[in-house]
């Protein structure tokens, strides 16, 4: 049984970016919206979680309405550090791009829960990840696209005159468009990465910034906590539950800790998953299966060690797992995946 679309919770701003560029090619707005089950009035305010197909289905549709393949690009070039509300005005305030850096890391889930972030040390580089809680499928070009830019804009906001990022990198092939691409990113940038994201200087990101205010950052960071709180309930199960496999070191936690960290009874989140048509042993599956491609792309663990951070204490069991998820052995899917890069 195919399982159902996973929700997700998107800022009506972004939308509404979106729609700007329907209307400037003369679409009916309305009718664009209503592929995704929503009306016009309801970009004004907080939207409800959306199916991930619904979403899917917007943005295919955009694209085939403004016959514009950068799409996600000039959407993600219009979302200034301004557009990230309370997020923004915290990482304008930042003391160091590092500070911002893990502010933007552990509130991104305020602007949307299509993606999530983390951090990784690479040489001299510091590499901030867009990790994909939810599998973007036809989609995933145009939102990293409109991620990156964003965040982009957010870390340069803190350390204006200064070039900060070395270089973005996209897991995706260049496309058509990639000197376009050029012109708006004004760094080095590498397709067919591992990884998505962005590398930092490692020697800058401690530096003093210029615009550091650290009172106004602590009422920021409180102000973005306190959103996090209300949101929360808000949220579907699933959503909550993938967020707290994702955010999560080393071993996964089992249903008991996650249900204690939602303060339920894990019969309650049992059933309340069941309710949504999903399972926390499905949920954790997904998850790990999604890690474990980012692990092996990336190259720089052996596979007995991606095992290990995925919580299986068995090499055999991953490897069986990885097989009944990709048709291979771990082994042969990163031969095949340096070959095809390389």
């Not at 996964?252 to 303060?263: G, N, T």
């Amino acid at each position: 049984m195919t399982p159902p679309s996973p929700n997700i919770q998107l800022q009506s701003l972004y939308i509404r970016q979106v729609a700007d560029h329907v209307a400037a090619v003369g679409g009916d707005v309305a009718a664009w919206l209503a592929q995704g089950g929503l009306r016009p009035e309801q970009l004004e305010g907080a939207l409800p979680e959306l199916p991930m197909d619904a979403l899917a289905r917007l943005i295919e549709g955009a694209l085939a309405l403004t016959r514009e393949p950068a799409l996600g690009l000039l959407v993600g070039e219009r979302l200034r550090v301004n557009t990230l509300g309370v997020l923004g005005f915290a990482a304008m305030s930042g003391s160091t791009l590092r500070q911002v850096i893990e502010l933007l890391v552990r509130y991104i889930g305020l602007r949307t829960s299509l993606v999530s972030l983390a951090v990784e040390l690479h040489g001299q580089e510091l590499r901030l990840l867009i990790l994909e809680p939810v599998a973007l499928g036809r989609i995933r070009r145009p939102v990293l696209e409109a991620v990156i830019l964003a965040l982009k804009h957010a870390l340069e906001a803190g350390a204006p005159g200064r070039a900060a990022i070395s270089r973005v990198a996209f897991a995706l092939p260049a496309p058509a468009y990639a000197d376009f691409a050029q012109q708006l990113l004004r760094c080095e940038l590498s397709w067919n990465s591992a990884w998505s994201g962005l590398a930092l200087p490692l020697a800058q990101v401690d530096a003093p910034l210029s615009a550091a205010d650290a009172a106004a950052f602590a009422q920021a960071e409180h102000l973005c906590e306190a959103e996090l709180r209300r949101l929360a309930p808000q949220q579907s199960t699933t959503a909550r539950v993938q967020r707290l496999l994702l955010e999560a070191s080393g071993t996964p936690p089992s249903l008991s800790r996650v249900a204690r960290q939602l303060h339920l009874g894990p019969r309650t989140l049992h059933r309340r998953l069941l309710d949504e048509g999903r399972s926390f042993r499905e949920i954790s599956d997904e998850l790990r299966h999604r890690l474990a491609i980012e692990h092996l792309q990336r190259g720089q663990l052996s596979v007995q060690e991606v095992a290990f951070a995925l919580g299986y204490t068995d090499l055999a069991n991953f490897r069986r797992a990885f097989r009944r998820w990709q048709g291979m052995s771990p082994t042969d899917y990163r031969a095949g995946f340096i070959g095809a890069a390389s």
